[in-house]
């Protein structure tokens, strides 16, 4: 695992070229992302910091949709960290390969990692037992410019259109959703279990959405859908 | 709030292990959430009129499931959208 400057500069370029099939997606979910939060006013800058700080795109365009109906504060972190704990998930199926590097590196890792480097990387490191720096710094920061680019795009051509929905720009939230769902359920064994998962967390959500606040009706459906899934594959 | 759940399992679980309820738990919360999001957005918004978010969701899906290309899905997601809006 010691590998020189040399290698380590010959595996970041690896590493970039392993990103290039995920740009087109990425950029097409960022300029949307752009768009949408130009035209609910925010300035260029901000969104700029908002691609760099948040970098997620469900994140981005939950902020902007509640802050559009004036949810508060404190429900917007709450629904943005919720929607994100599905990183524990990724993060926790990627740690086994992370154990030789220290934690400072792993703390930036983990900070890049989303769904589609998640795929690639998967990929790569069954292959190869552990995850090399140069290789990981190339694909994550060859994701993370290309999520900037796509928004600060976005948000200037967002200033030349008056409504987005005219577009159907708004929409790239929910089919976002509905690919990742498909992905990651075509993936995996338990088809069954699944669909009972999505389907409760659709009805808990409808449900819950009369008594509780907006935000805490999705966390709360979400966490006792997955309690569901949990139980019954213990009893099968 | 993106930050937490991604750094704090790389660096800590990558030094211990989670007791098996916890990772079956975990298994799950990624497309609970995703469907109870997706439910909010198609369902629980008085944006449009009608059932038309839903509408749109159906060639979505359907490419979602043939193709299973994000770009694709987000492609066809939009597309279908525009068109409804603009005949409804």
């Not at chain 1, 929905?165 to 995996?188: H, K, S, T, V």
């Amino acid at each position: 695992m010691k590998e020189n400057a040399a290698t380590q500069e010959r595996l970041f370029w690896l590493g970039v070229k392993d990103c290039l099939p995920t740009v087109l997606g990425y950029l097409s979910i960022g300029f949307a992302a752009g768009v949408v939060e130009r035209t609910a006013g925010l300035s260029i800058a901000e969104i700029a910091l908002m691609s760099v700080v948040l970098y997620a795109g469900s994140a981005q365009f939950i902020a902007v949709g509640m802050f559009a109906v004036g949810a508060p504060i404190t429900s917007i972190i709450a629904t943005i960290f919720i929607a994100n704990l599905r990183y524990l998930l990724l993060s926790a199926a990627l740690a086994p390969y992370f154990r030789h590097l220290p934690a400072w590196k792993n703390t930036i890792h983990g900070f890049l990692l989303t769904d589609e480097t998640f795929a690639v990387a998967t990929n790569r490191l069954s292959l190869v037992g552990y995850a090399d720096n140069g290789w990981m710094l190339g694909l994550n920061i060859t994701a993370y410019l290309n999520w900037l680019l796509a928004n600060v795009a976005g948000g200037i051509f967002g200033q030349w259109i008056g409504r987005p929905e005219a577009f159907g720009l708004d929409y790239a939230l929910p089919a976002m959703f509905i690919g990742l769902l498909a992905l990651q359920m075509a993936d995996r064994p338990g088809r069954r279990t699944d669909l009972t998962v999505v389907a409760c967390a659709v009805l808990l959500t409808i449900g819950l959405n009369t008594v509780l606040p907006s935000g805490i009706d999705v966390i709360a459906a979400t966490m006792l859908a997955a309690a569901i899934g949990m139980v019954i594959e213990k009893w099968k | 709030m993106t930050m937490i759940p991604r750094v704090f399992p790389l660096v800590v679980l990558s030094k211990m292990k989670l007791p098996e309820w916890a990772m079956r738990w975990l298994h799950y919360i990624p497309i609970a959430i995703m469907a109870a999001l997706l439910s909010q957005e198609l369902l629980l918004t008085s944006a449009d009129s009608g059932y038309i978010r839903l509408w749109a969701a159906l060639p979505t899906v359907l490419i979602a499931i043939l193709t299973r290309s994000l770009m694709g899905t987000v492609a066809v997601g939009i597309i279908s959208m525009m068109i409804l809006r603009y005949l409804f």
